[in-house]
Each structure stands twice: as C-alpha cells, then as structure tokens.
C-alpha cells in the first residue's frame, strides 16, 4: 500500500485521472439534452465519449510506461533482484485505480444532475454499461503502458493518442455490426431512442476484449525480450476469437435495442385516460391536465377519442394498428428531464382530428385540417413553426389558407360547422381526399 501511495503521487496516473473527469463532465454538460431523459441514457452517453476519454487513457498509459526510459534507470533496475512483475503491479494498479474512479466520477456527475427527475432505474444494466466502461479505460491504460515501455519515445504517447480516436472511431462504423459490437467501446452507445439500450451479451464480448487488451499490455510491461513480446500477442487473438463467439448476430440486439420495461405504458389511475413510458413517468402530472383538455376539444366530435397515449415506436418499427378511442402523441424532455414544449401538446392532440397515422393512408389537406383543428380549439390557426419541436419552415401561404377555412367556419351556425368539421374527419378515416369540405365545394 506504501508502494501505491507513492505510485499515486508521482505517477501519471493522478494526472490522467483528472484530465478524464474534466474532459468527461465537461462533455457531459455540454450536451445535457442528450441523456437527461434517464439513467441508461446516461450510461450510452458516457460510454460514447469514449471516443475521447478511451485515447487520452492510451496515451497517459504511453506516457507512463517511459518513465524508467525518461528517468535513465532501465539499466539500475535490471541489476536488481526484486522481478520486474512486482515492480510493475503498483503502476499498474495505479493507473487503472484512478482511471476507473475517474470514469465514476463522470457518471457520477451526471446522476446528480437526473437523480431527483428520473424514476425509472434499470440498475443491472445501468452498472453493467458502467462497468464495461469502467474496465475499458483500464484496457486502454495498461494497453498504452505496456507500449510505451517497448517504444519509450517521446512522440509514442501523442501518436497513440491519435491513433486511439482513428481506431475507436473506424472499430465502430466500419466492420460487420456484430464486430465493431465485440471490440468498440462505442458501438451502439449513440442515443437514437429513449428506450436505447445495450444487450448484455454485447457487454460480456467487449469486457471479453478489453481484459484481452489489459493483460497484453501488462505482457509487454514485464517483457524482457522479444520472445516474451511476441506471446503478449496471444492474449488478444484468443480474446478476439472469445468476444466475437459470445457477441449475437441479431441486428435488433445490436442496432439501438429497446427495453421493454422503460417501454412499458404508465397510465392514470382516472379517467380520462393519459399513458406515457415508464421511462418518462416523471412528466405524467405535467402532461395529464393539457392531455385532457386536448380530448375535451376532440369530445365535440361524435365518437371522439377518450385516451392519450405516448407513441413508444422507434426508428424502423412497422406501424402498429391504429388503437380505437386512442390519440398518440410523441413526448420529449428537456435538459431538466421535464415536458419540453407543453404549448404544443393541446394542438398536437387536435392537430390530426383524433385520426391515427397507420402509416398506409394519408390523404390529407393540411390547410383543410389545421382549420378544422383550430375551430375545435377556439383559436385562429397559426403557423406550425416554433410551436411543433423540429419544425423549422412552411410554405406561408398554407396558414393563410388555413385561416381563410377558418374565418369561414366561424361565419356559419355552430351546427353545420361542426358538421362540416366531422366530415373532414371522417373522410381522413376514409383514406379520402377532405379538400373542399370546410367551403361546401367538395370534389
């Protein structure tokens, strides 16, 4: 422990530790959007900036491992009885001490920041995701410092470091999806969803090859010859042939999977009826009450819907039969994990006239629809630019039209506008073109 100690405060390891935590948090902060919505998304996160942190651990692995070669000891040390194993373990367990309390600390930072707005802890794969970074930069460290022995030039650390990102990077995006999953650390950690998350199977193949990566860099830091060089190789043949066994094939368990249970629906225990993931339980009491009052503007319909779910498809998914009675809407969170843009959940939910998009049939007039929409909501109809997230730009004269349709309707007895305004919806149910409906010139 002396030894440690000692190791702790005249190493790199220190050092590395803090560029990692300042490099990982301040990445992490920079984009809290992209993970505020849970726990897991943190983890896929982190895991992602190992992009960054995963070469700067190389690297500080290179810059440790010249030491005896900076210091001019090589020789002294190789005249003394104690064995080049034991000299080494201390460094080595300092570096990967400090690099993995630093790539907690950067978890942890980030758990701070969603612990009080998250309710849905998949904790198992939450550690699991964790650990498997955690044991990376340890992979990478020891990597980086058995190398830097064997080349103990001052240019070996940067271009390790270089070499590092090109790696990581080309090691996710270039081989068969079930390779890059078994040996890079950031393969399938980019946020696509926000039931994203990374099977357990592809976890073990990766931990596989990064303890493959730790024991030949710690080889090629006890090596005395070329011999003993040449065999730390072994370690990483056996543990590509390992990780690429245990890692799946199945595209849907490597691509962006879902789990289920964040997935799962959580609803109102009243009526009317409002559902959201469990995922995003936490913005249930925000979302109820402009739920229902969407659903009361829809009630003027006859056989208007009585229920608001959250749409939980993801990217490629078949679109599922349309649910009766039922209004899908999507749901997004802001960098505090709340209901982001609640003005737009009241319109979004009239928007479409309580019609579901199957996905097959959409024959549809938006300035027909929006008029009719903002009847039911009481209001002249506006511009879907900065009220629907993601929509930048519209041909203007759609909403002049729409507000043309609807200046109309308010002309007419509230009956027959009515009348007119279920015929719209009707014929959206229909697959039918509505243009024409609203002025009583129908084609």
Known sequence: MNVLRVELRRSAALGAALITVVVGVGALYVAVDRWSSGWMALALTTREYLLLLWPLALAAGAWQGRREHRAKVGELFATTARPRVARMLPMLGAMALTLAIAYLLVTAAGIAWIITTTRYVPLLSFAVVTGVGALSLIGAAWLGLGIGRMLPALVTAPALGVAGVLLVFFSAIRPADWVAAAISPVHGTAMFHDYQTIDH?????????????????????????????????????????????????????????????????????????????????NVLETLTPLAREGLTKLAKLPDAPTAVHEDTRTIGEIWPAAQSGVVTIDIRTGRRGQLAYPAAVVPGIVSAL????????????????????????????????????????????????????????????????????TAVRDALVACQDPAGLLSGSAR
Request: proline residues 6%; contains cysteine.
């Open 354 to 421: 309580g019609v579901a998009y199957d996905g097959e049939c959409r024959n549809g007039d938006a300035a027909v629809e929006r008029a009719a929409a903002y009847w039911l909501l009481g209001r002249e109809p506006q511009s879907d630019v900065g009220l629907v997230p993601g929509m930048i730009s519209e041909d203007p004269e759609l909403n002049a039209e729409a507000v043309t349709l609807w200046q109309g309707l308010r002309e007419l007895p509230d009956d027959e506008a009515l009348a007119r305004v």
């Open 201 to 281: 199977r592809v976890s073990g193949a990766l931990a596989i090859w990064m303890v493959a990566l730790a024991v030949t860099g710690l080889l090629l830091s006890v090596a005395g010859g070329w011999r003993t060089r040449t065999a730390a190789l072994v370690p990483v043949v056996l543990g590509f042939v390992a990780a690429t066994a245990v890692v799946p094939r199945d595209r849907d368990l490597l691509t962006w999977p879902v789990d289920p249970v964040a997935r799962e629906l959580v609803c109102t225990e009243d009526t009317p009826t409002v559902c959201v993931s469990r995922i995003h339980a």
